[in-house]
């Protein structure tokens, strides 16, 4: 049950787009299509952006966006906005009952 | 409205046992999966524990089996997380999470404090 492996920070400027990247293993990411996101402000409680490796609940800005390719998961952010800047985890189910997070990234906006 | 709410967290000493309770509200606590999730000061989100929706399977991290358990009562809308011999590293704050199809957690309680310090 290793963490996934996340970037620690990335940085954009307010309206551009910024892709986070979320690495794990044959045994977790790249064997199901359960990778979710989440974002987390300080002393919040995070909430779900994206699940299913790419679905978006409803009421979630359509400037998230999910994506996958073998063991690496993606979430970008498009169009930059002030209050985007949190920390963002990905979750990958991992098999025999287990889940996995991510070290999580903080994204800073410029 | 969907609501949980954590509660049983606070100071305990190394080896010592805290249970900790999330109450359900606003939703059918029996058909949803729920889980454990903590986070430790200044540091990321550990998944800890699941349960699915009846309580008969549960799955837990490397670093609390054998010393946490996780069960729920559907009748009183209630999952727990029972921890025995805590360790300093223990010291997060410990969110309870719907699942709302297969590790899509889509709404979290505030959080409850656990402190492990002698």
């Known amino acids: 049950q290793s963490a996934l492996t996340q970037p620690a920070s990335v940085s954009g400027s307010p309206g551009q787009s910024i892709t986070i990247s979320c690495t794990g293993t044959?045994?977790?990411?790249?064997?199901?299509?359960?990778v979710s996101w989440y974002q987390k402000h300080p002393g919040k409680a995070p909430k779900l952006l994206i699940y299913?490796?790419?679905k978006r609940p409803s009421g979630v800005s359509n400037r998230f966006s999910g994506s996958k390719s073998g063991n690496t998961a993606s979430l970008t952010i498009s169009g930059l906005q002030a209050e985007d800047e949190a920390d963002y985890f990905c979750?990958?189910?991992?098999?025999?009952?287990?889940?996995?997070f991510g070290g999580g990234t903080k994204l800073t906006v410029l | 409205e969907v609501q949980l709410v954590e509660s049983g967290g606070g100071l305990v000493k190394p080896g010592g046992s805290l249970r900790l309770s999330c109450a359900a509200s606003?939703?059918?606590?029996?058909?949803?999966?729920m889980h454990w999730v903590r986070q430790a000061p200044g540091k990321g989100l550990v998944w800890v524990s699941h349960?699915?929706?009846?309580?008969?399977?549960?799955g837990s991290a490397d670093s609390v089996k054998g010393r946490f358990t996780i069960s729920r009562d559907n009748a009183k809308n209630t999952m727990y997380l029972q921890m025995n011999s805590l360790r300093a590293e223990d010291t997060a704050v410990y969110y309870c999470?719907?699942?709302?199809?297969?590790?899509?957690?889509?709404?979290w309680g505030p959080g409850t404090l656990v402190t492990v310090s002698s």
């Open positions: 999470a719907r699942d709302y199809n297969w590790n899509a957690l889509d709404h």
């Open positions: 606003g939703f059918t606590l029996s058909t949803y999966w």
């Open positions: 349960i699915n929706s009846d309580g008969s399977r549960t």
């Open positions: 044959s045994t977790d990411i790249g064997s199901y299509n359960l």
């Open positions: 299913e490796d790419i």
């Open positions: 979750s990958s189910y991992g098999g025999r009952t287990t889940s996995v």
